[in-house]
């Protein structure tokens, strides 16, 4: 059974720092897309950043780049999501995603549809 497990989302000031990780576990296939997607209330959810494996970069959102910045250690198995700069804009649930499939997938980093797991989500809330 497939889990993403994520963690530290909290409430902090614009400006301050966040640091979000995602735990995977049970997946059988290679991972070849690792993100981070987010939701606010009202809103539909967006992609934040992501990884593909061999990919020499990463993918961001044009609203986070440079504030924001992705990264995995494999040998823990864990996801993260450096978050600086934040403002109040960024308030909203985050998503860890996942796909470990045979089956690659063409489409857009961004899009749902190439990430086949899902955590649960962690709250992050900015205030001014």
């Known amino acids: 059974q497939v889990q993403l497990v994520e963690s530290g989302g909290d409430s902090v000031q614009a400006g301050g720092s966040l640091r979000l990780s995602c735990a995977a576990s049970?997946?059988?296939?290679?991972?070849?897309?690792v993100g981070w997607f987010r939701q606010a209330p009202g809103k539909e959810r967006e992609g934040v950043a992501a990884?593909?494996?061999?990919?020499?970069?990463?993918y961001y959102a044009d609203s986070v780049k440079g504030r924001f910045t992705i990264s995995q250690d494999n040998a823990k198995n864990t996801l993260y999501l450096q978050m600086d700069s934040l403002k109040p804009e960024d308030t909203a649930m985050y998503y860890c995603?996942?796909?470990?499939?045979?089956?690659?997938?063409?489409?857009?980093?961004?899009?749902?549809?190439?990430?086949?797991?899902w955590g649960q989500g962690t709250q992050v809330t900015v205030s001014s």
């Open positions: 995603a996942l796909r470990s499939t045979i089956v690659p997938y063409g489409g857009s980093w961004a899009e749902e549809e190439a990430y086949n797991y």
């Open positions: 049970g997946y059988t296939y290679r991972r070849t897309y």
């Open positions: 990884i593909r494996t061999g990919s020499p970069s990463a």
